[in-house]
């Protein structure tokens, strides 16, 4: 099945600087992967995904690269904010069935 | 996200106990999962299920059952087999015509 990990586990950033998270899977026929917000005791929120037709998807300050051939993806935070600290998934859909396997997460700090 | 619930936000329970996590989607989706998060970490997969009354165990799900009587309810029984059953539980659902997942707001099991 598929696998997914991601680095950091922690990441520390200044107000203004950016922020980069990465994650590989292992199922190179995995085709789509979404990235969730989870602030403290709330729920996971999506805040961006990308498919495997598509190599960057840009929202705002929020973008995310897809290496297919590397198996690997990335999400880029440009600007931070203190609101932006939270711990954030990334995620890829398993090939052929329901399941979407969660990276182990990255705890982002923006210190003001 | 909004057409997500879960209930209740807090429960504690005696061990012994069996308690159950009420899930509810008013987003007509076909698919329904449960994840536990433990403190800092991942998400991980209890059951899931792609259609009313069928369902698949995840990762995790010794001391765990579920039901899919209804498209929009997924409910959650922790059974006194679950040794550690202290954990923040997250229901999601997707639809069959997209991969991405929505969450509910989770509970939050304490065992006392």
Not at chain 2, 15 to 44: F, I, K
Not at chain 2, 83 to 112: E, H, I, M, W
């Amino acid at each position: 099945g598929e696998n997914v990990e991601q680095h950091p586990s922690t990441l520390s950033v200044q107000e203004g600087d950016s922020a980069v998270i990465k994650c590989t899977y292992s199922d190179s026929a995995s085709n789509y992967f979404p990235w969730y917000k989870q602030e403290l005791g709330k729920r996971p929120q999506l805040i961006i995904d990308i498919r495997s037709n598509v190599g960057e998807k840009k929202d705002q300050r929020i973008a995310v690269t897809l290496n297919k051939t590397a198996k690997h993806f990335s999400l880029h935070i440009t600007e931070t904010q203190p609101e932006d600290s939270a711990v954030y998934f990334c995620a890829a859909r398993e090939t052929g069935g329901f399941k979407t396997i969660f990276g182990a997460g990255t705890r982002l700090f923006v210190k003001a | 996200d909004g057409g997500i619930t879960q209930s209740p936000k807090y429960l504690f329970r005696k061990e012994g106990q069996n308690v159950t996590l009420s899930c509810e989607q008013n987003l007509n989706h076909d698919a329904m999962y449960w994840y536990r998060q433990d403190p800092g970490q991942g998400l991980r997969l209890i059951y899931y299920s792609q259609i009313v009354n069928d369902f698949q165990k995840g990762d995790i799900a010794e001391g765990y059952s579920v039901s899919r009587e209804k498209k929009e309810s997924f409910p959650l029984t922790v059974t006194s087999a679950q040794k550690n059953p202290t954990a923040f539980y997250l229901c999601a659902s997707n639809s069959g015509l997209t991969d991405t997942q929505y969450f509910g707001p989770g509970t939050r099991l304490t065992v006392l």
